[in-house]
């Protein structure tokens, strides 16, 4: 089982729409949550952390955090053309201390 | 602009040459790692600096050398590389290892091509 597994999509989703990533972790005890955005032939770009169960909210971003079940998700509001990109689900894990990133999913917000 | 340089942004080397990689960091952060992306892969963790001391060396091969002088700076030297290691290096910092310090930032990476 891989540590942080992302569907690699591609996820189409039309303009305006709400777009759902996922991500799930195997490491029980990890313990900080991030996605990140990649545009193709980028670096990475922060987008949010989590660190609690529950949702965080910023701007037309959320993540949402189930320790229980093991998975990190990213909902995108109002889906723009501009959205389209890899999106990387990283987990710091609690065995290791390192950050694992998933091989990502990629969206694409089609007008 | 994440406040995390690097150079070159694009490299081609023959696999006898030496070379380096720069990353600076304008952020104040004590940690600084250095990633590899190949294509399809997800991103691997290679070396880390703490405090500009070496914590995290992933089992990579001898013919990259990192070296951290101060917390702001960081290298990856090069030499007698295979056509395989071509790839997108990324640098990273944090302000530190562990606790709510830990997001990393990254620079704009590099592309290595190996011939």
């Given amino acids: ?111 | 602009e994440t406040g995390v340089t690097q150079t070159p942004r694009h490299l081609v080397m023959g696999m006898t040459n030496k070379k380096s990689l720069k990353c600076e960091q304008h952020l104040g952060h004590n940690a600084m790692y250095w990633y590899k992306q190949s294509a399809k892969k997800p991103l691997e963790l290679m070396f880390v600096y703490s405090l500009e001391e070496r914590v995290e060396n992933n089992s990579v091969p001898s013919r990259f050398s990192p070296e951290c002088p101060n917390s702001s700076h960081l290298f990856l030297h090069l030499h007698t590389l295979q056509p395989e290691d071509s790839a997108l290096y990324l640098c990273a910092s944090s302000q530190d290892r562990d606790g709510t310090r830990d997001t990393q930032y990254f620079g704009p990476g590099t592309r290595l091509t190996v011939l």
């Fill in chain 1, 1 to 111: 089982q891989k540590e942080v597994e992302q569907n690699s999509g591609p996820l189409s989703v039309p303009e305006g729409a709400i777009a759902s990533l996922n991500c799930t972790y195997s490491d029980r005890g990890s313990q900080s949550f991030f996605w990140y955005r990649q545009y193709s032939g980028k670096s990475p770009e922060l987008i949010m952390f989590i660190y609690s169960n529950g949702d965080k909210e910023d701007g037309r971003f959320t993540a949402q955090l189930n320790k229980a079940s093991q998975y990190v998700s990213l909902l995108i509001r109002d889906s723009q053309p501009s959205d389209s990109a890899t999106y990387l689900c990283a987990v710091r894990t609690y065995n290791t201390d390192k950050l694992i990133f998933g091989t990502g999913t990629r969206l694409q917000v089609f007008p």
